[in-house]
């Protein structure tokens, strides 16, 4: 299994703030997904990342509130951009497609520790 | 498009007792399902999984078939402990790059 890692794992702002969250991969990985879970509900994919190229965004989520970066196949950035209590959730990064010695792996779905954000 | 449905909760049980949270879907093609459990306070964990039809899932005495004559992936346990307390989510991924959707989760409370 994917040893995956997420910073920070949890923070408190205040509204109007922007939060960058992290995600480290120990392996190279094509797609990086992104969810968030806001408090009692089930995961909401936001977009999806892939090397070289712009995020695609979920329906209801846009690049300017939720910037990706993806420099590398074992690392990616979500920003929760100019945010408000309604931004308070679990922000978790889920890799795809693992890159194993030239051939492209589907591996079962893993996810990161996730980052519990509380805006205040 | 693409969608999962549970039973809704809290289902609540007493220590030993059998467990079904249903889980039905909606998708085209032959999507991979899976179960995955969420401990109050946790991450996400992978509980099981199946990719094709008929096949069956299990891990710690939770078990799951794929059944895609009634597009369901009904999750079962034969005795429940108070440990099992958690949040069960069902998903899919019909695209096969991990790209998941999730049902609204069904949370289970065991008492003793």
């Known amino acids: 299994s994917a040893v995956i890692s997420q910073k920070p794992s949890r923070d408190i702002c205040q509204r109007g703030t922007s939060l960058t969250i992290q995600c480290q991969v120990d392996?190279?990985?094509?797609?990086m997904f992104w969810y968030r879970q806001q408090p009692g509900q089930s995961l909401t994919l936001i977009a999806t990342?892939?090397?070289?190229?712009?995020?695609?965004?979920e329906s209801g989520f846009v690049i300017d509130k939720f910037p990706i970066s993806r420099p590398n196949l074992t690392f990616s950035t979500l920003t929760v951009s100019n945010m408000s209590p309604e931004d308070s959730s679990i922000y978790l990064c889920?890799?795809?497609?693992?890159?194993?010695?030239?051939?492209?792996?589907?591996?079962?779905?893993?996810f990161g520790p996730g980052t519990r954000l509380l805006v205040l | 498009g693409d969608s999962v449905t549970q039973m809704e909760g809290p289902v609540t049980l007493s220590e030993e007792a059998f467990l079904t949270i249903n889980c039905t879907y909606t998708?085209?093609?032959?999507?991979?399902l899976f179960w995955y459990v969420q401990y109050p306070g946790e991450g996400l964990q992978l509980l099981l999984k199946?990719?094709?039809?008929?096949d069956k899932g299990s891990n710690k005495g939770f078990e799951a078939t794929y059944r895609k004559e009634t597009t369901s992936f009904h999750l079962e346990k034969g005795s429940v402990q108070v440990s099992d307390s958690a949040v069960y989510f069902c998903?899919?991924?019909?695209?096969?790059?991990?790209?998941?959707?999730f049902g609204q989760g069904t949370t289970l409370q065991v008492k003793p």
């Open positions: 889920s890799p795809g497609l693992f890159r194993i010695r030239c051939r492209y792996i589907q591996e079962t779905q893993y």
């Open positions: 392996s190279q990985v094509t797609m």
């Open positions: 990342a892939n090397q070289g190229s712009e995020a695609t965004y």
């Open positions: 998708a085209t093609g032959y999507p991979s």
């Open positions: 199946a990719t094709k039809a008929d």
């Open positions: 998903a899919l991924d019909s695209s096969n790059t991990g790209k998941l959707i």
